[in-house]
């Protein structure tokens, strides 16, 4: 399984942009849909965003949707997510995780399916 780093975290005003990176431990995430959740104080985990492993697909929770863009870089080893026109409410632990392709379609894809996950990054927003 791929052991997953975050990166990117900090502390932004309301309106700023941050972009979290994630790298994995094995040589490549080409094989791999990979996917970023969060959880804020309190709550449960949510999802933000996904990308297919070709990616050539995403997928967004409405809640970011139009802000947010997830990619991977060209030789498939780090995945981002580009957050903009951030807002008090984004303030998160962001996790980044990964899911084989062999072990589930994209189009059939869960959170349960994600089986490899970072430790996360504090993103917090102020008002």
């Known amino acids: 399984q791929a052991q997953l780093v975050e990166s990117g975290g900090g502390l932004v005003q309301a309106g700023g942009s941050l972009r979290l990176s994630c790298t994995a431990s094995?040589?490549?995430?080409?094989?791999?849909?990979m996917g970023w959740f969060r959880q804020a104080p309190g709550k449960e985990r949510d999802f933000v965003a996904a990308i297919s492993w070709t990616g050539g697909s995403t997928k967004y929770a409405d809640s970011v949707k139009g802000r947010f863009t997830i990619s991977k870089d060209s030789a498939k080893v780090t995945t981002y997510l580009h957050m903009n026109s951030l807002k008090p409410e984004d303030t998160a632990v962001y996790y980044c995780?990964?899911?084989?392709?062999?072990?589930?379609?994209?189009?059939?894809?869960?959170?349960?399916?994600?089986?490899?996950w970072g430790q996360g990054t504090q993103v917090t927003v102020s008002s």
């Open positions: 094995i040589r490549t995430l080409r094989y791999y849909h």
């Open positions: 995780a990964a899911c084989a392709a062999s072990q589930a379609t994209w189009a059939d894809l869960r959170e349960a399916d994600f089986h490899s």
